[in-house]
């Protein structure tokens, strides 16, 4: 089933203390879920105060689609 999730965080949450970080994805996009794995560096050029909805293709490789929210 297709699915649109709106998500507006555009990086990791970081869950401390821990002997060493946990970074749980905030954006999304990992493949990696729920551990973020970088993938959120394809967020950088969004604009996080903006309207617009990103849609992704299933791959969750690039956005294929803008929208008005
Ligand atoms: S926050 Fe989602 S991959 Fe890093």
Excluded: F
């Amino acid at each position: 089933m297709p699915r649109l999730v709106r998500l507006d965080a555009t990086g990791p949450i970081e869950i401390p203390p821990q002997p060493e970080s946990v970074w749980v994805c905030g954006c999304g996009l990992s493949r990696n879920l729920p551990l973020c794995d970088g993938s959120h560096k394809k967020c950088e050029k969004m604009e996080p105060d903006s309207a617009k909805v990103y849609v992704y293709d299933h791959d969750r490789k690039r956005v294929v689609e803008e929208r008005d929210a």
